[in-house]
């Protein structure tokens, strides 16, 4: 198996503006998610990370990008490398956040409350890096910035990837199941769309009997009328 390049977001700025590989290849060869490959395209994320040229630093041969231009199912491989980066150890307890990027989890938890209700706040403080007071806060409008906050997706912000995200709303609905009461409009039973046809055929002969009774009225009404003139 394959190390992760070194610096993957700097690559995938490099490969996204230098290259015509599609976001599936560069996603595979970085490790990262497709979407937040796409973010970066957009420019939506990693604004300001100078892109590094894996052919320099001996991570990617020429060629190897020529064929992914040329077929887009084919994955790059990535060179054999010197430099073995060591597994990252599990992360315990929230997340570290940048003193730059800490007046921007406010907005990030309301973007979660909003679209992600189903979250529980030990998750959105290991996405945010936040404080269980914090997130009460904002829940409750008592926060001292309410009036001025924004909901922003915390992917765009940088305060965590896609992947991680996904995985905790996955976590999240697999633990907290949508409560189907309402599931719209649908058919009515069958024992309601037949009961009528149960009472049509009696509609149908008291109709009858009415229309016989009328005839039978106007023959009488006829034939006194027919004695009147004779007398």
Not at 4 to 30: E, G, I
Not at 72 to 85: N, T
Request: proline residues 7%; aromatic residues 4%; glycine residues 6%.
């Amino acid at each position: 198996m394959s190390n992760a390049p070194l610096m993957p977001k700097a690559t995938a700025v490099w490969l996204l503006d230098n290259t015509a590989l599609t976001f599936d290849q560069v996603a595979d060869f970085t490790k990262m998610h497709p979407l937040e490959v796409r973010a970066i395209a957009d420019g939506d994320a990693a604004q300001g990370i100078k892109g590094m040229d894996p052919l320099s630093n001996g991570q990617l041969t020429r060629e190897e990008i020529e064929k992914g231009e040329r077929n887009p199912d084919y994955r790059l491989r990535l060179q054999e490398s010197k430099v073995v980066l060591p597994p990252q150890p599990k992360r315990k307890g929230p997340r570290y956040t940048p003193v730059s990027r800490r007046h921007e989890r406010p907005s990030a938890i309301l973007w979660l409350l909003r679209n992600h209700p189903e979250l529980k706040d030990a998750q959105i403080m290991r996405l945010v890096g936040t404080t269980k007071s914090t997130i009460a806060s904002v829940r409750d409008r008592t926060h001292w910035n309410t009036s001025a906050l924004t909901p922003i997706d915390p992917v765009t912000l940088g305060l965590c990837s896609q992947i991680e995200l996904d995985f905790e709303v996955q976590r999240a609905a697999k633990e907290k199941p949508i409560d189907a009461t309402y599931g719209g409009a649908t058919l009515l039973p069958a024992s309601e769309t037949t009961r009528k046809d149960e009472y049509e055929p009696a509609e149908k002969s008291s109709d009858d009997l009415n229309v016989d009774a009328v005839f039978a009225k106007l023959k009488t009404l006829g034939g006194k009328k027919h004695e009147d003139e004779e007398e």
